[in-house]
Every structure is written in structure tokens, then in C-alpha cells.
């Protein structure tokens, strides 16, 4: 089934700084890639989904890329905010299904100190 | 997106009693998921609840533990069953389909703590 590695498990910044966190896949058919923010006592909130005939996609401060061919996608989040301090979790359609069956890495904790 | 309810919260529960956790959502969608996060962990699939027929269980998932139901295409109840304290977690439900663009969204979660 499909396997997703996610690098690092904390990340540390200063306000103002860029923030990058990647991920691996291990399915080939995978062909939807979301991020999730989960904040403490809250459920996981999308943030920003990739689909896999782009490489590149950006909402304000937050882009997402992916390499097919070497099956890694990266979330880069700019001028980073105390409010941006979350787990952030990375996830992969198994088996490229269009249903929805997400596959997660192990998520990283991320502060952003004022 | 789906506005999702999720309930309870939380609860306090016994060894050996089981708690029902129910998943509301605001509008119809095709599927519906039932997902485990271990405190400090990730989410981990329990399993795909079919309106109208069994739930499909990931693996190290079983029936008897976790009864899901799914009545219709608004509802559905994930059950943990004969509890240990080993089953203190967070009970996520999630739905998505073509109505959502195949776009997972999450409840608030269900944070159980089994003594």
C-alpha cells in the first residue's frame, strides 16, 4: 500500500521566516496531495491540495510543489506568523482511487516564535 | 466545503464499556471515513463506512471492535467497543466525493480517554 515519509518532525522559525516541510510518497498511482493544519484540540484543516498534472500551486503565503518523478511534494509557507504554529500533516490518495482514501505522514510540529 | 458535526467532544470512559460516536455532516456525501489519531501521532484509517452496506476495514481494524454504521448519506456511527486504555484516542470522521471534489474534510474529532 502506499507509504508517506514526512521530514522533519519539528520546525523552529522566526517570524518573518520561511517555512518548508517535504514529503515522499511511495505509490506511483497516487494522484492527489493535500496539506492539513491541525491546531491543539481541533480536527485536521485543509489547506492547500495539489492534483498531480500541476507542479506547482499557491494561495497567499502558502505553495505547494510536486515532483512526480522522484514522487516528493513540499509545502513552503512564507512570512511566517505566530498564528501558523501547528502540526501540519502531508497526505496521499492511495492507489491514485478518486474516492478520497488519504494516506498521512507523521506530521511536524511547527513554531514560530514572535 | 461540508460542515461537519461530530459527537461528543470528548468522554471519560470505563474498561470494558463502549462508547458511540456520531458524525453528522450538512450535506449528502458519497463517502464517509472513520479515522484513529494516538495522542502525539498521526491519523491512521479505520475504515470507509458504505451507505447501505458493511464498512470496508483497513488493516488491524475488525468489525466486532468497531461497529460503523452508515443509515444514510448524512450519518453515520463509529462504536468503540469493550474499551482498554490502550483505546484512548482521538475518533476523527471525515467525508469527501464528488460533491466535495473529492476534497477530504474533518470533523473536530472525538477525544476519548479510556481509565
Known amino acids: 500500500g502506499e507509504n508517506v515519509e514526512q521530514h522533519p518532525s519539528t520546525l523552529s522559525v522566526q517570524e518573518g521566516d520561511s517555512a518548508v516541510i517535504k514529503c515522499t510518497y511511495s505509490?506511483?498511482?497516487?494522484?492527489?496531495f493535500p496539506w492539513y493544519k491541525q491546531e491543539l484540540g481541533k480536527g485536521p484543516q485543509l489547506i492547500i491540495d495539489i492534483r498531480s498534472n500541476v507542479g506547482e500551486k499557491k494561495d497567499q503565503r502558502i505553495a505547494v510543489t510536486l515532483n512526480k518523478t522522484a514522487k516528493h511534494f513540499s509545502l513552503h509557507i512564507t512570512e511566517t506568523q505566530p498564528e501558523d504554529s501547528a502540526v501540519y500533516f502531508c497526505?496521499?490518495?492511495?492507489?491514485?482511487?478518486?474516492?478520497?482514501?488519504?494516506?498521512f505522514g507523521q506530521g511536524t510540529i511547527l513554531t514560530v516564535h514572535p | 466545503s461540508a460542515v461537519i458535526s461530530q459527537k461528543p467532544s470528548r468522554d471519560i470512559c470505563q474498561r470494558g464499556t463502549s462508547l458511540t460516536i456520531q458524525c453528522q455532516v450538512d450535506s449528502q456525501v458519497t463517502m464517509m471515513f472513520w479515522y484513529r489519531q494516538q495522542p502525539g501521532q498521526s491519523l491512521t484509517l479505520i475504515a470507509t463506512a458504505n451507505q447501505g452496506s458493511e464498512a470496508t476495514y483497513e488493516s488491524g481494524f475488525v468489525i466486532d471492535k468497531f461497529p460503523i454504521s452508515r443509515p444514510n448519506l448524512t450519518f453515520s456511527t463509529l462504536t468503540v467497543s469493550n474499551m482498554s486504555p490502550e483505546d484512548s484516542s482521538i475518533y476523527l470522521c471525515?467525508?469527501?466525493?464528488?460533491?466535495?471534489?473529492?476534497?477530504?474534510?474533518f470533523g473536530a474529532g472525538t477525544r476519548l480517554s479510556v481509565l
Open positions: 505509490d506511483s498511482a497516487s494522484n492527489y
Open positions: 471525515s467525508v469527501g466525493g464528488q460533491l466535495t471534489k473529492n476534497i477530504q474534510y
Open positions: 497526505a496521499a490518495n492511495a492507489g491514485g482511487t478518486s474516492y478520497g482514501k488519504l494516506t
